[in-house]
């Protein structure tokens, strides 16, 4: 008796659920393209252009050699570790971590 109840009551609703279906699938499809859409341009808009991304990373470079190489010498001469870092560049950013690395290798 309670399957009947139970079928009796859920039928109107898989009814309604199977003939509603259709109508909002495109609807959601369409939402979903447009949500992918503005992801990939958002994505395009924020990427950097190769060029900065090359100049920020030679410049990283550049201060992390210098970095290792007074990081280094502080090192062998047993002088105190004394990083003096100031301002946040890739230049800067780069010595910080080369003096570090350097200073922490003997």
Do not use: W
């Not at 992801?39 to 900065?52: D, R």
């Amino acid at each position: 008796m309670r399957i009947k109840k139970s079928l009796i009551l859920a039928g109107p609703a898989l009814l309604t659920a199977v003939t509603l279906g259709p109508l909002t699938t495109p609807s959601v499809q369409a939402l979903a393209q447009t949500s992918a859409t503005s992801a990939q341009t958002s994505t395009h808009v924020a990427s950097k252009p190769p060029e900065k991304r090359k100049a920020k990373k030679q410049q990283y470079n550049m201060g992390r050699s210098a970095g290792y190489t007074d990081g280094r010498s502080a090192c062998v001469k047993k002088e105190p570790y004394s990083l003096k870092y100031s301002g946040g560049g890739a230049y800067q950013r780069g010595f910080a971590d080369g003096y570090n690395s350097g200073y922490h290798s003997c």
